[in-house]
């Protein structure tokens, strides 16, 4: 049974930075491709970023690119996310999500095999 636990959501100040990080367990995550979803209040989950298996590849949706940063630890089984120069519309509950067999690119929620329970990210104005 694979579990994704994530942690580092919080309230900051818009411009300000915070680091998730999500911890797997129970699977093999070094093979996994990894994801970071979020869901606003009312609206879709959307796609946020994503990372495959050794982390030599990478994609961001385009209004977090040059701000969010995604990266793994496959000795620690966690990925992190990096974000900076928060904005007020990043506020959202982050969501963390592993697919087997990861070596490309995965941008659907479809796509994903486990997802974690979600850290709420709030960046006041």
């Known amino acids: 049974q694979v579990q994704l636990v994530e942690s580092g959501g919080g309230l900051v100040q818009a411009g300000g930075s915070l680091r998730l990080s999500c911890a797997a367990s129970?699977?093999?995550?070094?093979?996994?491709?990894m994801g970071w979803f979020r869901q606003a209040p009312g609206k879709e989950r959307e796609f946020v970023t994503t990372?495959?298996?050794?982390?030599?590849?990478?994609s961001y949706t385009a209004s977090v690119k040059g701000r969010f940063t995604i990266f793994r630890d496959n000795a620690k089984n966690t990925v992190y996310l990096q974000m900076n120069s928060l904005k007020p519309e990043d506020t959202a509950v982050y969501y963390c999500?592993?697919?087997?067999?990861?070596?490309?690119?995965?941008?659907?929620?479809?796509?994903?095999?486990?997802w974690g329970q979600g850290t709420q990210v709030t960046v006041s104005s």
């Open positions: 999500a592993g697919r087997r067999n990861g070596n490309g690119i995965y941008t659907r929620r479809s796509d994903y095999d486990y």
């Open positions: 990372i495959n298996w050794s982390g030599a590849s990478t």
């Open positions: 129970g699977g093999t995550f070094s093979t996994y491709a």
